[in-house]
Structure formats: structure tokens, C-alpha cells
């Protein structure tokens, strides 16, 4: 079936602006993830959604960044305001039970 | 708090020769244990999984990897490196909280798998 898929798969933005990366989940699958991932870096986790429970805001860097998602469908992560620290790799992933399966991912770039 | 320590930004080997990625972790509770594959430009892939039960762990693609708590290390090995394996393979691990559901990852920082014909 199909898998976790992620758009735009590049953006390149110039600081200042706001961006808004998008994520389909597997079809059934309850809870989401974003991570970022810096040049060098394992995965930060940003934000996990269960359902309709109030989302895990714990990762997130700084309040520039935010997340929606409705039920077990779409999720959007926006960025306003963006820096060039906020170049990355944005992945985001899908679970059923603890797997987690994740898509190819956003590489943000903030000129 | 969780971590994972990847001894190695970058590991060479021949190929045909044993692959060996190391990872130490620390948490405070019982742990899920994760090692994940990232192909370039590409998502990260599973490649297997400790979550209790036996502690020697076969994966995808002829990898496995052994849970040993006394040393908290979960060390990737494959016995044959082939050339399709040069990657970056991440350890990660997740908190076992009885009742949770959130199982976010802490991840090391990735070793860089090289194969040499």
C-alpha cells in the first residue's frame, strides 16, 4: 500500500518568509511525528499527534514553529518567520503501535 | 532522559568483510531499540527492531543486532558487507512506558557506512 508521503520535497525559502510543509499518513495509521534533521545531525523530534488528545508540543525549537492536524488525516507544519537555522530536513512519520514509518521528507532551505 | 551515542561518524569496510555499527543508549526505563537505514535523498527504512523479546535481533537485508543491558549497547552487525549496504544507519530508541502511546525517538547521530570494492 502506499506509504507516508511528504510535500513539497524541496522549498526554498528566504528568511523571513513562512513556509508550510505538509504530510499524508498511512491510512489507519492513529499517531503522527515530525522530526527535523540538521546537516550532520541524527532526528530531533518536534511534535506528535494521537487521535484528537492534545498534541506533544515538547520539541518544537521556538514558537515560530506550529502544527495541525485533524483527526488521523493531514498534518501541516508551518514556520513563520523562518531563519537560516531552520534548514533542514523535515521528516515525518506515521505509526501503528511503536513502528514508525517515515516519509522521504522536506528539505527546507532558507536563503 | 533518553540518549543514544554512536561510537563512529564513519565507518569503511571492504567488501565482503564483517559490518560492525555501535550503539550505546541510556533511559531510564525499559527500552524499544531501533535501528533505521537512510539511503541518499531518501526517507529512513526500519531495519529492525528490540522491543523485549529475544535479545538477538534479525533484520532486514542480513543485518542483526544483539540487546545486551548490562553493557546498554545494541551493536548493528552484518557478517558480509556488500556494496549496496553504503548508507547511514541511525540507532534511535523509545521510551516503554507502560499505559503511553507517544513513542518519539531520541536518535544518535548517524554513522556513515562505506563500502570499498
Known amino acids: 500500500g502506499a506509504g507516508v508521503s511528504q510535500s513539497p520535497s524541496n522549498k526554498v525559502t528566504e528568511k523571513g518568509k513562512d513556509v508550510e510543509l505538509r504530510c499524508d499518513p498511512i491510512?489507519?495509521?492513529?499517531?503522527l511525528y515530525w522530526y527535523r534533521q540538521r546537516l550532520g545531525q541524527g532526528l530531533e523530534f518536534l511534535i506528535y499527534?494521537?487521535?484528537?488528545?492534545?498534541?506533544?508540543k515538547s520539541g518544537l525549537p521556538s514558537d515560530r514553529f506550529s502544527a495541525e492536524r485533524t483527526g488521523e488525516s493531514v498534518s501541516t507544519l508551518t514556520i513563520q518567520r523562518t531563519q537560516q537555522e531552520d534548514s533542514a530536513v523535515y521528516l515525518c512519520?506515521?505509526?501503528?503501535?511503536?513502528?514508525?514509518?517515515f516519509g522521504p521528507g522536506t528539505r527546507l532551505t532558507v536563503l | 532522559a533518553q540518549s543514544v551515542t554512536q561510537l563512529g561518524s564513519h565507518v569503511s569496510v571492504s567488501e565482503g568483510a564483517l559490518v560492525l555499527l555501535r550503539c550505546n543508549y541510556s533511559?531510564?526505563?525499559?527500552?524499544?531499540l531501533f535501528w533505521y537505514v537512510q539511503y541518499p535523498n531518501q526517507g529512513l527504512q526500519l531495519l529492525l527492531k528490540?522491543?523485549?523479546?529475544?535479545?538477538l535481533v534479525k533484520g532486514i537485508n542480513g543485518f542483526e543486532a544483539e540487546f545486551k543491558k548490562s553493557e546498554t549497547s545494541f551493536h548493528l552487525t552484518k557478517p558480509s558487507a556488500h556494496m549496496s549496504d553504503a548508507a547511514e544507519y541511525f540507532c534511535?530508541?523509545?521510551?516503554?512506558?507502560?499505559?503511553?502511546?507517544?513513542?518519539?525517538?531520541?536518535f544518535g547521530k548517524g554513522t556513515l557506512l562505506t563500502v570499498n570494492p
Open positions: 512519520a506515521s505509526s501503528y503501535q511503536h513502528e514508525q514509518f
Open positions: 491510512s489507519g495509521h492513529t499517531a
Open positions: 499527534f494521537q487521535g484528537n488528545s492534545a498534541p506533544d
Open positions: 533511559s531510564s526505563v525499559p527500552p524499544y
Open positions: 528490540y522491543t523485549s523479546a529475544a535479545t
Open positions: 534511535a530508541v523509545s521510551d516503554r512506558r507502560s499505559g503511553g502511546s507517544n513513542y518519539k525517538l531520541t
